[in-house]
């Protein structure tokens, strides 16, 4: 008879490889229950329905090496570090539950001495001199026949840093994406000091075991030892796509106005599927023929800063003659998009 749990722990850091092997399990749960530990290193993880530009500092990001990770599941943008450790459960229905998997979880950090309790939808919280802190968020996704609640325990993760990648520029975003609450947090190491990724990891599995009244080996997953995934490739490949994590962001739009010594440029950018839709460019320069024509070749550009400068230098092939203006432009859109 087959075992009715599983067991997998991820030994990559790597928050794409970690969603596409997350995405290729889930394909794969029937009447098995799932239980599968990870954690990434340095990343920004938003919600299947969020947009990037409007959630996320993208140019810190890009310059810090920062990735960017869009899940499957529903939910709000956070900050993943090896300080996280992050857990799914999947089940089939109707064995799906999501207060199981919850109280596993409490169950868990009880076992460790930690008195956790659930808040709102889909939060733990613990209770400090400080007031009611949050200690892990969740997220839930669900199909006709299965469904997985996953989230992240908060360990020794750096929450300084939340600030650097999650408050956006200040630009003028008219999103119809869903925008971030961003609570109070607190490290477990702040309750119980010391505490370490292996050990919550022990205490959840012991916790999975318990209710189920059942063991089964564990299965280590690396980029070097995968279990039968069927599909992962593809998967990987379109986790890690600017595609998916970026070209997925609902429409918004981008306003932006700069003046230089020859005269003012408003410009209106409607995005949709991570590329301009539509360009509107006003200007009171002497010479706006050129920067309207540059406004007409941002159409269908995607949302990037090289691809607009690509743009713009194919402008500034077509009028030599006020190269100079339009370099300047060039300049300017790239420190503003990234």
């Known amino acids: 008879m087959a075992p009715r749990l599983r067991l997998l722990l991820s030994d990559s850091h790597d928050p794409w490889f970690n969603?596409?092997?997350?995405?290729?399990i889930f394909?794969?749960?029937?009447?098995q229950r799932v239980l599968f530990l990870w954690r990434n290193a340095e990343t920004v993880v938003i919600g299947q329905a969020q947009n990037p530009w409007k959630e996320c500092n993208t140019r810190r990001m890009a310059a810090d090496g920062i990735k960017l990770a869009r899940r499957s599941s529903g939910g709000g943008a956070v900050f993943h570090d090896l300080g996280n450790t992050c857990f799914t459960f999947m089940a089939g229905k109707p064995e799906y539950d999501k207060t199981v998997s919850t109280q596993i979880i409490l169950n868990a950090l009880h076992s460790l001495g930690i008195p956790a309790t659930v808040s709102g939808r889909n939060d733990l919280v613990v209770n400090t001199p400080e007031g009611e802190r949050k200690i892990s968020g969740s997220a839930y996704r669900e199909t006709s026949d299965r469904g997985f609640h996953h989230g992240t325990l908060l360990l020794d993760a750096d929450l300084s840093r939340l600030a650097d990648y999650l408050n956006p520029d200040p630009k003028k975003l008219q999103a119809k994406g869903i925008t971030s609450v961003r609570g109070r947090v607190a490290n477990l190491n702040e309750l119980r000091p010391g505490i370490r990724h292996e050990q919550i990891c022990q205490a959840v599995t012991e916790a999975f075991f318990a209710w189920y009244g059942e063991r089964v080996e564990a299965e280590v997953i690396s980029p070097h030892r995968l279990p039968d995934l069927p599909g992962f490739p593809e998967q990987f490949a379109k986790q890690s796509s600017w595609e998916w994590n970026f070209g997925k962001a609902p429409a918004f739009t981008h306003l932006l106005d700069e003046r230089f010594g020859w005269g003012g440029v408003d410009l209106h950018l409607d995005i949709e599927q991570g590329h301009i839709?539509?360009?509107?460019?006003?200007?009171?320069?002497?010479?706006?023929?050129p920067l309207q024509a540059l406004a007409a070749r941002l159409v269908g550009c995607p949302y990037r800063s090289g691809a607009v400068v690509e743009r713009c230098q194919g402008t500034i092939a077509d009028y030599p003659e006020q190269q100079t203006e339009l370099a300047q432009v060039a300049e300017w859109l790239a420190g503003v998009l990234e």
Do not use: G, I, N, Y
């Open 19 to 24: 969603l596409a092997v997350e995405e290729c």
């Open 27 to 31: 394909r794969q749960v029937t009447t």
């Open 277 to 289: 839709s539509r360009a509107q460019l006003f200007t009171d320069s002497l010479h706006p023929a």
